[in-house]
């Protein structure tokens, strides 16, 4: 019997609440059965519970963990959110809502739960590590890769800006990587690309003819002078 309940306690909790239901004793029984590994129960005792004490965030946390268990991320993810308006600083909603979001690999929405659960409960040290590790996922170049897919070129393992100037570069160095480029000017009016956008209608024969004159001066960028020729 799970939680240490022997089977004349679990009777007699769950005779108490045939006879005489009360948000406790919902949340206790279902509680109960979520160890049991009977979920199905579990949840129809919380469901009950919620359509009679709708904001009781005890039955909430109980079924929450019951879809967590059963695999059903979704539904935990929506109850524990559920509990977490209703009580910003219940930890167990704040925990599984970090450890779920860390699981599914959201980065932001885990390190956000993390430092608000840390916060009311700083000496969890395995949160702690998993709050680091959310933020490593965040912030490191291939997942920035992935997360921005759309502003970023990619060639086997390189990355490159995905920027009109850069498909050029790689163009003249046989690289193509399709046609689906925006350029830089893309949001400026016809006015503007004629006086800022860089045309190279051939690939030049040096990569300064990537750069406009006054680029060359500021980068200071000179042709390259091969003394054996």
Known sequence: ?????????FDKIESDWVSNPTPMLCAR??????????FDECREIADIG??????NTSIGVVLGKCFRDSGL?????????????????????????AEIHFQKENWSEAVKYFEEYLFEHPGDEEA?????????????????????????LEHGSDVFPKTERMNKVLESQGISLGSTIESEETESDDSDLEDDAII?????????GFFSDE????????PYDNEDE
């Open 1 to 9: 019997m799970a939680d240490n309940v022997s089977k004349k306690d």
């Open 29 to 38: 029984l279902a509680e109960i059965l979520r160890q049991m590994g009977r």
């Open 50 to 55: 919620l359509r009679r004490w709708k904001n």
């Open 73 to 97: 991320l979704e539904k935990a993810l929506e109850t524990f959110t559920t509990v977490n308006s209703a009580q910003p600083q219940n930890l167990v909603a704040l925990l599984n809502l």
């Open 128 to 152: 702690r590590d998993k709050l680091e590790e959310a933020r490593s996922g965040k912030t490191s170049p291939s997942r920035r890769a992935t997360d921005t897919e759309e502003g970023v």
């Open 200 to 208: 190279v209608e051939n690939s030049p024969d040096s990569l300064l």
């Open 215 to 222: 680029e060359s001066t500021d980068l200071d960028l000179k």
